[in-house]
């Protein structure tokens, strides 16, 4: 297969997979993160071209689990293998079928175990080509016999070492590189069998307790790390061995006090740090044993004076933070390739006349106490290119003849200062614009702020000053103003107008909504109140007459009824002003007299009276019907009353009662009528 990286870890894969076989172009194998206890012998068999195998946190504790003498046979061009974050307990007197075999490893990494020392048999027998080794984070008390003839970079970082024995880098010939910081215990001896190595060339012992350097038995150390331990003193000739020694860094320490002699034989030495210590003093020739040496940090020290020091080579110096308050006349001349000076935050108020530098360029005198300088300050800095002053405490307006003689300046820094802005003074205008304008701007303007008088502090020089400086823009400035204010004038009564037009259209647009939602209003009462007319309607058209649902009289009842006082044709004419009929008896027909005017007549009368009504309430006159014909009940009546039953004996010539049956037939269709009523109720005259 074709795969060449492959990635399983983070997984919990408890067995090693077996299938790893047939990936014979692997180059890179990532297994960390799992819960692998032990690696078959086989595991890796036809991995001919891994090159990367990590192992890192999984639950190796043994290295026999590992198979170390035949697991790596087959990866015979691996270079790495990382077995950080395991639980292997030592690497102390391993017998042989516990020491890893490879011929090509180079970088063996076991940090973050729990390996707590080195001794015996050296772990490394087996590593023929073993080039780094790191056991950074372990809890190692020594090492002893850790030999190897090809291994040139060692880590030992962050462990509990607290000695290491004289000759014990004497089994490493090849070593280059030794870091073994943070071991907090750590001391070095100073005595004559200290530590050594001819081959080492990088030396980190930061964060250690280490006393002083010793550094003579590192004949070829290029670089040495030293920071953050207990270095006191610096004894003449410590560095006497170390000729090739290029970089130094022995920072926060608590060294006191330099020699002329203590930098002897660091020839070759270019950088130098000895920031955060106690050093008050330096000799001036202290510096001249170092004839390679460009840049000396000496910041947040205890120095008080910028010495005559003595350089052909030093280019840099950095004297920041200190509580120097005082700069020689001659102080530079010592140094004929300084640069680049570094004085800032110190205690310094004044600068003397013609300090001189042939080869100073830049010159930071930043948050110091400066207030005043003068034409000839920096007359003898031809070369000056950049000045910084910020955070002193100059009022005056410098001129721009102070720098006549730096025709390389480039830059100044002037911000934070207390400026007192004299707006009428020709020198600001003309020290303002040789600040600011282009091509050889050298500060913004937005820096340069006023601190008096009162009615400009916190303004720029541009702010305050722009219309001294350009009184042509102040008349014009007020004609401008005038025209501003009439545009606004006219630009408001526009608005007013466009305000009010819209305002007007809304008004007109909301009233003949308003006049449309009442139109459809009253539309819907019109319709609600024809509905409710003519529901009335329908329900008095449908209603019964009252006197349908009183069943009429008897016969024997009605003669047994009073006498009416009056005679009238209908009830209703009662009371209704009506002329009325002469009082007597009333007459009545027999049902002979009534059977033969009803064949006589054949219901001619039976066209309705109409009768005019007039009611006093409203005036208006209504037209009732009132219907003339016979009802039913009443021929039903007239059937048995007892004229009828003589005429027909008188006709048949007997006595016997003889029942008389009467069909009223009607000339008019029959129309019948709606009437609401129940289910028992018995038809009336009115249903026909």
């Known amino acids: 297969m074709w795969v060449q990286k492959l990635n399983i870890s983070n997984n919990e894969i408890s067995t090693f997979p077996r299938a790893f076989s047939q990936l014979y172009n692997l180059v890179s194998l990532d297994i960390s993160g799992n819960q692998l206890k032990e690696i078959p012998a086989n595991g890796l068999n036809n991995l001919t071209a891994l090159e990367v195998l990590n192992l890192s946190r999984n639950n190796f504790e043994s290295w026999v689990d590992l198979n170390p003498n035949d697991v790596l046979q087959p990866t015979t061009n691996l270079k790495t293998l990382d077995l950080s974050h395991n639980k292997f307990k030592t690497l102390a007197n391993l017998a042989n079928q516990e020491l890893l075999m490879s011929s090509s490893l180079e970088t063996l990494i076991v940090d973050n175990c729990e390996i707590a020392s080195i001794h015996g048999r050296s772990p490394l027998s087996g590593l023929t080509n073993i080039r780094i080794f790191k056991i950074n984070n372990n809890p190692l008390l020594r090492f002893q016999n850790l030999v190897s003839p090809t291994l040139k970079s060692l880590y030992v970082s962050n462990c509990k070492l607290s000695y290491i024995n004289p000759n014990e880098l004497s089994y490493l010939p090849s070593l280059v590189y030794l870091k073994m910081s943070h071991n907090f215990r750590l001391e070095i001896s100073s005595t004559v069998n200290t530590l050594s190595s001819v081959s080492l060339r990088y030396l980190d012992i930061s964060f250690c307790n280490v006393i002083q350097p010793s550094l003579k038995g590192f004949p070829n150390l290029r670089k040495a790390i030293i920071n953050h331990n207990m270095i006191r003193i610096l004894p003449n000739n410590e560095f006497v061995n170390n000729t090739k020694l290029e970089y ?49 940090i000496l910041s947040r020290n205890y120095l008080t004076r910028v010495g005559h020091l003595k350089s052909t080579s030093l280019s840099i110096i950095d004297m920041s933070s200190c509580e120097i308050n005082m700069i020689g006349k001659d102080s530079l001349e010592g140094l004929p390739s300084l640069i680049d000076l570094n004085l800032s935050h110190n205690l310094i108020s004044n600068i003397p006349d013609s300090i001189s530098s042939n080869s100073l360029k830049y010159l930071n005198l930043n948050y110091n106490r400066l207030s005043f300088i003068g034409n000839y300050t920096f007359f003898m800095l031809p070369r000056l290119a950049g000045l910084g002053v910020v955070g002193n405490r100059f009022t005056i307006i410098w001129s721009r003849y102070f720098f006549q003689s730096n025709p390389y300046l480039e830059r100044l820094d002037l911000g934070d200062n207390m400026w007192r802005c004299d707006c009428d003074d020709d020198n600001m205008f003309d020290f303002y614009e040789f600040v600011t304008l282009e091509p050889n701007k050298k500060e913004e303007s937005y820096n340069l702020v006023c601190h008096g008088p009162l009615d400009v502090v916190g303004q720029t020089w541009l702010e305050a000053c722009y219309f001294t400086w350009n009184p042509s823009e102040r008349t014009g400035n007020a004609t401008n103003l005038i025209w501003f204010i009439i545009i606004m004038i006219v630009g408001l009564a526009l608005c007013l107008v466009l305000v009010n037009g819209i305002k007007s259209s809304m008004n007109r647009r909301l009233t003949a909504m308003q006049a449309e939602r009442e139109r459809q209003v009253e539309e819907a009462r019109d319709r609600l109140r024809q509905m409710r007319i003519r529901a009335e309607q329908e329900a008095l058209i449908n209603t019964p007459d009252p006197r349908d649902l009183i069943a009429p009289p008897t016969y024997d009842e009605a003669l047994s009824m009073p006498k009416l006082n009056v005679s009238c044709h209908s009830l209703n004419e009662t009371g209704t002003g009506k002329s009325r009929r002469k009082r007597g008896r009333r007459k009545t027909k027999s049902s002979g007299d009534l059977l033969e005017e009803t064949e006589r007549h054949g219901y001619e009368r039976d066209t309705d009276e109409l009768e005019m009504t007039e009611t006093a309430d409203d005036g208006r006159r209504r037209r009732r019907r009132r219907s003339r014909k016979f009802g039913s009940h009443e021929i039903a009546e007239l059937d048995q009353s007892p004229g009828v039953r003589r005429r027909l004996m008188s006709d048949n010539g007997t006595d016997d009662s003889v029942t008389v049956h009467v069909e009223a037939q009607l000339e008019r269709p029959h129309q019948t009528r709606n009437r609401r009523r129940s289910v028992d109720d018995i038809p009336t005259e009115s249903d026909f």
């Open 248 to 296: 130094l860094d022995m920072s926060y320490n608590n060294i006191g006090s330099i020699t002329s002699d203590t930098f002897r034989g660091l020839t070759s030495l270019k950088y130098l740090d000895l920031s955060w210590n106690e050093i008050a003093q330096i000799p001036e020739n202290s510096l001249l044993e170092m004839p390679s040496l460009t840049q000396i």
